[in-house]
């Protein structure tokens, strides 16, 4: 191969991070990492938050390695603004941006053609408990970004009143669901739940099932996939993806991957070996149910 192929790279890490849930036992497989940090992931030098796959990236690092700290820094950032280093042996973390690479083409008519085109590009960032600070170097710690109690309440308002059309129709059932025909969500009291976290983080994985409406965010084709299909088990990564999100913005810590959501794991599995590029495009999707829960975004 002559160029690495950064896309493929990403989504190995997420397929070799979904097979050790899906091989490990049951306390392991219930704690998906990227449902263990209730914080909103950013560059601690220039406090630009992280987007789309790179919050998913971190906040699997975050789990896996037990931070709670938020804010990641280029080796750079560190070393040349004076403000530390690295400590040594220490392992940074892989992220991803789009860089517009521009080229001159000849046209069909024998004229030069510019285009612009895409190019998937990675660097490496390190926590802010990975660095060595110097004396009086530290920045303080942003305390409206650690929250700790969230407001569970403000939460679910949002979710029943989400989007333009002032949020989903919800049932009460036996079960969590969303039903496409009906346009309706389904969900169990909330005392049934172990949290209020874990009630929070099902309802929004379904109102993001009901962001896929055709009215809506239109992905329609997820929502007539059948179980153990391609398409549903990509529309439910879209949801996992989304419901994870909306949590960290609202600083709800949930249980983690729920139970029901394990038999998706091989279709999941399935999807990101087919297609490197799915990851990407399933956080794309996840954001802009997001948008439109948060009123950000109109309908397709």
């Known amino acids: 191969m002559a160029r690495a192929d950064n896309a493929q790279r990403i989504t190995d890490m997420f397929i070799a991070e979904l097979e050790r849930i899906q091989a490990g036992g049951p306390a392991e ?60 042996g220490s392992k940074g973390t ?18 030069d053609k510019d285009e612009t085109f895409l190019m998937l590009k990675t660097y490496t960032v390190f926590n802010h408990s990975q660095i060595e600070w110097k004396e009086g170097k530290e920045p303080a710690a942003d305390m409206a970004s650690c929250a700790t109690d969230p407001d569970h309440v403000m939460a ?15 049932l009460a059932a036996s079960q969590a669901a969303y039903a496409p025909g009906a346009d309706h969500v389904l969900m169990p009291s909330s005392c049934t739940f172990k949290t209020s976290g874990g009630y929070v983080a099902t309802l929004a994985h379904e109102v993001a099932h009901w962001t896929g409406h ?14 153990g299909d ?8 879209v949801a996992e993806f989304a419901s994870a999100f909306f949590c ?36 794309r999707m996840a954001r ?5 829960i948060d009123g950000e975004c109109d309908a397709a």
Not at 29 to 37: L, N
Not at 156 to 170: E, K, M, S, W, Y
Not at 288 to 292: E, F, L, T
């Open 29 to 88: 497989r219930h704690e998906c990492p990227w449902h263990k940090v209730a914080s909103g992931v950013r560059n601690g030098a220039s406090g630009r938050p992280y987007n789309g796959v790179n919050v998913l990236l971190l906040w699997i690092r975050m789990g896996n390695s037990g931070w709670v700290d938020p804010r990641f820094y280029t080796f750079n950032q560190v070393s040349k603004g004076g403000l530390g280093c690295v400590r040594k």
């Open 94 to 111: 892989t992220v991803c941006f789009w860089k517009p690479i521009k080229r001159t083409k000849k046209a069909a008519d024998g004229t």
């Open 156 to 170: 679910i308002d949002a979710l029943l009143n989400a989007g333009p059309d002032d949020g989903p129709t919800v």
């Open 214 to 227: 055709p009215t809506r965010c239109d992905r329609a084709d997820g929502m007539a996939g059948r179980f």
């Open 230 to 237: 391609e398409a549903y088990a990509f529309e439910e990564l």
């Open 248 to 283: 960290a913005e609202y600083g709800v810590e949930s249980e983690g991957l729920r139970s029901n959501h394990l038999a998706y794991l091989a279709g999941w599995i399935k999807v990101l070996k087919n297609d490197r590029h799915a990851i990407f495009t399933a956080a």
């Open 288 to 292: 802009k149910a997001m948008a439109y």
